[in-house]
C-alpha cells in the first residue's frame, strides 16, 4: 500500500496542517525516487561515457529489455557487472587527468594535441582554485577554455550550475554524460575509455602525465564525431539515458514511493535530482548569479556553443517544465524563501513543543526538520497505537545493506542507533546543496541532542560535532520529555519521515570516509604513515620517561599531530588526493579529526595516566584534592558568588557532561560539552535572576559549580584540552571558556592562600599568559586563514623618502608577483631595478622571487616575541642603508 | 614533468641548526631565534632536477637526546638522511658519528647521506676542520658540504646534491625507500657529486 494513499484518507480529518505534512512527505517520496545511490553504479558498472564512439560497447542492452532480468528492484544494472563505469575509468586514472600542479601553458600544451572534450582538472595559481580545463572544437574560436570548480563545505560543483557534488570524482564523471553549463559533455581520452580492465587503468595511471605523450594516449581507429551528444537510441535521447546510467537507474518514470529501491549500501554519495536542476536553474535565472544559457537562451547566444539536445525532463518534471512559471507559482504551499525563521525552526525543535513548521521543500531546512523530528520519534518508546506497524522493517533498515522490498516500511533504527541517518541526513541534504547555504545543516547539527549518546563509548561519541551554540546547549532531556506529550504526528507521516531518514542512513559523509580510510592506513605497518603513527604511539607508551613535565608530553602529542597532518596534506600518501574528494578548505578540519581517531583515540588513556602520575609527582594532584573538600564546604557567597548559582539538579547534569568529556578523546568534543556546560551555567545565572550576567560574575560560579561537582579529574581534562586543541579552535569561545575553566580550578587549588578573593593568582595569569603564547605561536605552518590577505608594502626612494601602500595580496602570491603589483601601484617604470625586500630585525633581506610574502609575513607573526618588520619595495642597487644592506644582499643571493 | 617525492630526515645534535637549513631551503628564510623542536616537524619543498621534479618531504628531528628515539620512525622510510653539525662544536662531529653508525644499523639499506657542516659563516671560531669531515664522508660514502642557512651558502646545493645520488627508479616499481614515483618517468642521470 502507498503512503500516499493512506495520507490522503488521512488529510480528510486533519485538515491543512497535514496536507502540508503529507506534500512533504509526497515530496520526499519523489524526492528518494530520484535519488540513487552512486555506488550501485560502482558495483554494477555504466556504459562507457561516450557510447558513441566506443563500437564494442554498443551492444549496451537497451534499459528496458535489462528490466526484465533486473526484476522487481528496479535496477537493470546486474547484468552489466564487470564493466567499468566511468566513475571507475576516473577513479583509476586521476593521476592522468588531475593535474592539480599543472600551469595554464603545460595544460594548454598538453590539451591542443587532443581532440575536443578531453580534459585535465588543475589548480589555477592566480584564483587559487580548481579548475576544469577543456579542450574545444575549432569552431570555438579558442582552443580550451576553464570553468571554475566551486568548493563549499561539502561539495564540489561547477561555477554557474546549480548541481554539487560530494567528489571531484562524481562532478567529472557527471559532465562526462551531462553538459549542464558546458558547451558538451566530457571526454575521457580512447585510451581509457577502451580500457576492458582495472589493470590496464592502472597501467594507464602509471603513466601519469606521461600519458599525454605517450604513444598508449592513441586514437581511437576512426576518431568519433568531434563534441556533439550522441544521437538518440529511439527510446529516449542519448545523453538523458546516460544521465539516467549515472544516477544508477536506467530510466526516471514516475513511481510511487512503494516502487522505490531501497538498498541501502553503503556510501551512495551522487545525486542527480532532475527536479533540483530545473528548479534551481530558475533560481538561477532570477538571481544574481550567473544566469545559465538553458533558461535565459538569449544569454545563451553570447557563449558559442553547440546546438542542445539537452536532457530533456523526465516525465515527473512536466507540471515544473513552463519556463514561466517559478518553482513557487507550480507549487502552491510550498513557501520559495526561507526566512530567518528557518533556523529558529530547527533550534526549536530540540527545546520545546512547536508546530510543525510550514514545509519547505526546496530548502535543506525542511528536509532536516522532517529529518529531527523523524529521530525524535523513533527515539520515543512505542505506544502510540500505531508503533506496531511502524516497527516492521526496522531490521532491514537498521542493518542498513539489505533492500527492503517495501519501502514504506523502512524505518530508521531507534534511539541509540538513531544517529547515523542524522548524518546520512546532513551528507544528502549537502550533497545537492542546491539552494541554500550550508549553514542549516550546520544549525541542524547543533541542534541535536546529545542524550543519544550518554553511556555510549567513545566509537559512537567521536562521530558527534557541532559548535558552540545557545541551541546545543538546552538540556535536551526536558524537551524531550515535554515534546513527548504535546509533539504528536499522524502515523502516516512518521512513516514517511521514517522511511525517509532510512534512506539517510545508508550514506557516510566524503569526511566520514575520509577519516575512516586515514584512520585505516594509520593501522597498516606496510605503509609510511602507518609506520609513522603505530611507532609514535608504542613510542609514547613505552618511554615514560622521556617527557619532562605534562606540558611536554601534550606538546610533542600535538606537534606529532600537526606534522604528520602536513605530511597526509602535502604527500601522495593518500590516493587519490585528498584534495579530489574534500574541498579544500575542509581539508585540515578533516585530516585533524583523522588525527584524533588515529593518534588520540588509543593513547587516550595512557595520556590520561600519565597525566595523573605527572599531577601527583608534583603535589598539585593532593593540593586541589584537598582544597575541593574546603571550597565545596564554602558558601558561594564566599567564593565571591553574586549570582543564582545551579541547583542540585542543574549540578548533576553537569556533572554528567564532565563525565562525557571524559570519556571522550577529541578535545574538540570535550571542548563542546565544556561550552555546554558553561552555557548550562550561564542559562541557570539569567533564568533565576532575569539578569545577564558578565564574565566577572561567571567565573566564581564556574568556581563553585566544579566545586560542587567534585571531580578531580576536571584537572587533568582541562589540560588535555588546553594543550591539544587545535590552534586555530584556541582563538574562539573554545580557548575562552577554557582559559575560564583553568582559572576556576587554579582559583580552587590556590583557595587557601587567596583568602577567596575572586582575583587570579598573578601566577596562573602569567601561566595561562605562557600558554597562550605558546600555543598559539605552536603553528608550525600557519593555515591560510590565520593571515588577512593585505599586505603593507613601503616604497623608498632615495629624495622622496617612504610611501606605503596596502595591497591586496593572496597567501599564495609570489614574491615575483607583488613586485609586479608594486611596479604598477607606486608606478615605476623599471621594474627590473626594483625588488621585494623584508627589513627585520634591524637587517634586510631581498626576498627570492618564489617566495611567498604572505607566509613570511604569517612565520613572523607568530613568533614568540613580537618582532618589527617592513615588506618594502625598493632598489635593488641603490641602497640608502649603505653597507648593511651591501653585505646582505651579498649573502643572501643565491650563491 | 613527472614528480617524484623523496622523503628526506634531518638528524643531528640540538642546536646546529637543522630546522634553520630546512627553513631556508623550504621558505629561503633565516630566523634568528628558533625555537628547539619538539617531535619533528614536517616540511616540503619541490626543486626541479634533470627532467623531473624532486618534491622533498623533509622531517626535521629533534635534536635533543631524549628524542633521539623517535629518530628511527622518520629515517626508517627516507630516501636520503642530512646529518647536520656545527663546525663550530667539536661534540656536534661527534654526535654526527654516532647517527652515521646508527643509520648504517637500522637505517634503510640504500639511504643516501649527507654531511652538512652547518655555520660555516663563523669559520673564526672552527672547531671541525673541512678536512676533517671530508675524509669521515669520503670513509662513509656520503656527500659533504659546508653550509650556513644564515647567509643561504650551499643550502640548495645540500639538496641539489642529494637529488643527484637518489638511485633510479624503475618506473614500474614503487619505491619503498621513501621514494616515490608519482608520475613515472625516467630518473636523471646519477651523476657523483662532492664538494
Known amino acids: ?895 | 614533468m613527472a614528480i617524484r617525492e623523496l622523503k628526506v630526515c634531518l638528524l643531528g645534535d640540538t642546536g646546529v641548526g637543522k630546522s634553520s637549513i630546512v627553513c631556508r631551503f623550504v621558505q629561503d628564510h633565516f630566523d634568528h631565534n628558533i625555537s628547539p623542536t619538539i617531535g619533528a616537524s614536517f616540511m616540503t619543498k619541490t626543486v626541479p632536477c634533470g627532467n623531473e621534479l624532486h618534491k622533498f618531504l623533509i622531517w626535521d628531528t629533534a635534536g635533543q637526546e631524549r628524542f633521539h628515539s623517535l629518530a628511527p620512525m622518520y629515517y626508517r622510510g627516507s630516501a636520503a638522511a642530512v646529518i647536520v653539525y656545527d663546525i663550530t662544536k667539536q661534540d656536534s662531529f661527534h654526535t654526527l658519528k654516532k647517527w652515521v653508525k646508527e643509520l648504517k644499523e637500522h637505517g634503510p639499506e640504500n639511504i643516501v647521506m649527507a654531511i652538512a657542516g652547518n655555520k660555516c659563516d663563523l669559520s673564526d671560531i672552527r672547531e671541525v676542520s673541512l678536512k676533517d669531515a671530508k675524509d669521515y664522508a669520503e670513509s662513509i660514502g656520503a656527500i659533504v658540504v659546508e653550509t650556513s642557512a644564515k647567509n643561504a651558502i650551499n643550502v640548495e646545493e645540500l639538496f641539489q646534491g642529494i637529488s643527484r645520488q637518489i638511485p633510479p627508479l624503475d618506473p614500474h616499481e614503487k619505491g619503498n625507500n621513501g621514494v616515490i614515483c608519482i608520475h613515472g618517468g625516467k630518473p636523471p642521470a646519477q651523476t657523483r657529486r662532492c664538494c
Open chain 1, 1 to 895: 500500500m502507498s503512503a500516499r494513499t493512506m495520507g490522503s484518507r488521512a488529510l480528510d480529518k486533519r485538515g491543512s496542517f497535514f496536507k502540508l505534512i503529507d506534500t512533504i512527505a509526497s515530496e520526499i517520496g519523489e524526492l528518494k525516487q530520484e535519488m540513487v545511490h552512486t555506488d550501485v553504479s560502482l558495483e554494477n558498472g555504466l556504459g562507457p561515457p561516450e557510447t558513441h564512439s566506443m563500437v564494442r560497447h554498443q551492444e549496451d542492452p537497451c534499459p528496458e529489455a535489462e528490466e526484465a532480468k533486473g526484476g522487481p528492484r528496479d535496477s537493470g544494472y546486474d547484468s552489466l557487472s564487470g564493466r567499468l563505469s566511468i566513475l571507475d575509468r576516473l577513479l583509476h586514472t586521476h593521476p592522468v587527468w588531475l593535474q592539480l600542479g599543472l600551469s595554464e601553458e603545460e595544460a594548454a600544451k598538453i590539451l591542443q594535441a587532443q581532440p575536443p572534450g578531453i580534459f585535465l582538472v588543475r589548480k589555477s595559481a592566480k584564483m587559487q582554485r580548481k579548475v576544469l580545463s577543456l579542450r574545444l572544437p575549432s569552431e570555438f574560436g579558442a582552443p580550451l577554455r576553464e570553468f571554475t570548480i566551486k568548493e563549499s563545505v561539502y561539495t564540489f560543483s561547477l561555477e554557474g550550475s546549480g548541481i554539487s557534488f560530494a567528489d571531484l570524482f562524481r562532478l567529472i564523471a557527471f559532465y562526462c554524460i551531462s553538459r549542464d553549463v558546458l558547451p558538451f559533455t566530457l571526454k575521457l581520452p580512447y585510451a581509457i575509455s577502451a580500457a576492458k580492465t582495472e589493470a590496464q587503468l592502472e597501467e594507464l595511471a602509471q603513466l601519469g602525465l606521461n600519458f599525454w605523450s605517450s604513444s598508449a594516449d592513441s586514437k581511437p581507429p576512426n576518431p568519433p564525431p568531434p563534441h556533439r551528444p550522441p544521437p538518440t537510441d529511439g527510446l529516449c535521447p542519448g545523453p538523458w539515458r546516460q544521465l539516467c546510467l549515472i544516477n544508477g537507474v536506467h530510466a526516471i518514470k514516475p513511481r510511487t514511493p512503494s516502487e522505490l529501491e531501497c538498498s541501502q549500501t553503503n556510501g551512495a554519495l551522487c545525486f542527480i535530482n532532475p527536479l533540483f536542476l530545473q528548479v534551481h536553474s530558475q533560481d538561477l535565472g532570477a538571481g544574481p548569479k550567473r544566469p545559465s544559457a538553458r533558461t535565459l537562451p538569449v544569454n545563451g547566444s553570447e557563449r558559442p556553443r553547440s546546438p542542445p539536445p539537452r536532457p530533456p525532463p523526465p516525465a515527473v518534471q512536466s507540471l515544473h517544465a513552463s519556463p514561466g512559471l517559478s518553482g513557487t507559482d507550480t507549487r502552491p504551499g510550498m513557501p520559495q524563501t526561507v526566512g530567518p525563521d528557518a533556523q529558529e525552526n530547527v533550534a526549536t525543535l530540540g527545546r520545546k513543543p512547536t508546530p510543525i513548521p510550514p514545509p519547505r521543500l526546496k530548502k535543506q531546512a525542511s528536509f532536516l526538520e522532517a529529518e529531527s523530528s523523524a529521530k525524535t520519534l523513533t527515539a520515543r518508546p512505542p505506544g502510540r497505537g500505531l508503533e506496531p506497524e511502524l516497527e516492521q522493517g526496522t531490521a532491514g533498515s537498521a542493518g542498513g545493506a539489505p533492500p527492503t522490498g517495501d519501502c514504506t516500511r523502512a524505518q530508521p533504527p531507534p534511539a541509540s542507533a538513531a544517529r547515523p541517518p542524522c548524518h546520512g541526513g546532513r551528507q544528502r541534504l549537502s550533497d545537492m546543496s542546491i539552494s541554500t547555504s550550508s549553514s542549516d545543516s550546520l544549525e541542524f547539527e547543533r541542534s541535536m541532542p546529545l542524550d543519544g549518546y550518554e553511556g555510549d563509548t567513545n566509537s559512537s561519541l567521536e562521530d558527534y560535532e557541532g559548535e558552540s551554540d545557545q541551541e546545543t546547549m538546552a538540556p535536551p532531556i526536558k524537551s524531550k520529555k515535554s515534546r513527548h506529550s504535546s509533539f504528536v504526528l499522524p502515523k502516516l507521516v512518521k512513516s514517511q519521515l521514517r522511511k525517509m531518514s532510512g534512506v539517510f542512513s545508508s550514506f557516510m559523509t566524503p569526511e566520514k570516509r575520509m577519516v575512516r580510510r586515514i584512520a585505516e592506513l594509520s593501522r597498516d605497518k606496510c605503509t609510511y604513515f602507518g609506520c609513522l603513527v603505530q611507532d609514535y604511539v608504542s613510542f609514547l607508551l613505552e618511554n615514560r620517561e622521556c617527557h619532562v613535565s605534562s606540558t611536554d608530553m601534550l606538546q610533542t602529542i600535538r606537534q606529532f599531530m600537526t606534522q604528520v597532518k602536513n605530511y597526509l596534506a602535502q604527500s601522495s600518501e593518500l590516493d587519490p588526493p585528498i584534495e579530489s574528494l574534500i574541498p579544500e578548505d575542509q581539508i585540515d578540519v578533516v585530516l585533524e579529526k583523522a588525527m584524533h581517531k588515529c593518534i588520540l583515540k588509543p593513547l587516550k588513556g595512557h595520556v590520561e595516566a600519565m597525566l595523573r602520575d605527572f599531577h601527583v609527582a608534583d603535589g598539585s594532584w593532593k593540593q586541589l584534592k584537598e582544597n575541593l573538600q574546603l571550597v565545596r564546604q564554602r558558601n558561594p557567597q564566599e567564593l565571591g558568588v553574586f549570582a543564582p548559582t545551579p541547583d542540585l539538579v542543574d549540578v548533576e547534569k553537569i556533572k554528567i557532561k564532565f563525565m562525557m568529556m571524559q570519556k571522550m578523546y577529541s578535545p574538540e568534543k570535550k571542548v563542546m560539552l565544556l561550552l555546554r556546560v558553561c552555557k548550562l551555567i550561564y542559562t541557570v545565572m539569567e533564568n533565576n535572576s532575569g539578569r545577564m550576567y558578565g564574565a566577572d560574575d561567571f567565573l566564581p560560579v564556574l568556581t563553585y559549580v566544579i566545586a560542587q561537582c567534585d571531580m578531580l579529574e576536571l584537572d587533568v581534562e582541562i589540560e588535555y584540552m588546553m594543550e591539544l586543541l587545535d590552534p586555530s579552535l584556541l582563538h574562539g569561545e573554545g580557548g575562552y571558556y577554557l582559559t575560564s575553566a583553568y582559572g576556576a580550578l587554579s582559583l580552587i587549588k590556590n583557595f587557601q592562600e587567596e583568602q577567596a578573593a575572586r582575583l587570579l593568582s598573578s601566577e596562573t595569569r602569567d601561566t595561562l599568559r605562557q600558554w597562550h603564547k605558546r600555543r598559539t605561536a605552536n603553528r608550525s605552518i600557519p593555515s591560510v586563514d590565520d593571515f588577512q590577505n593585505y599586505l603593507r608594502v613601503a616604497f623608498q626612494e632615495v629624495g622622496s623618502g617612504c610611501t606605503g601602500k596596502t595591497l591586496l595580496v593572496r597567501p599564495y602570491v609570489t614574491t615575483e608577483d607583488v613586485c609586479q603589483l608594486c611596479a604598477e601601484k607606486f608606478k615605476v617604470g623599471n621594474p627590473e631595478e626594483y625588488s621585494l625586500f623584508l627589513f627585520v630585525d634591524e637587517t634586510w633581506q631581498q626576498l627570492a622571487e618564489d617566495t611567498y610574502p604572505q607566509k613570511i609575513k604569517a612565520e613572523l607573526h607568530s613568533r614568540p616575541q613580537p618582532h618589527v618588520f617592513h615588506f618594502v619595495y625598493k632598489r635593488i642597487k641603490s641602497d640608502p642603508y649603505g653597507v648593511t644592506f651591501q653585505n646582505a644582499d651579498k649573502d643572501l643571493s643565491p650563491s
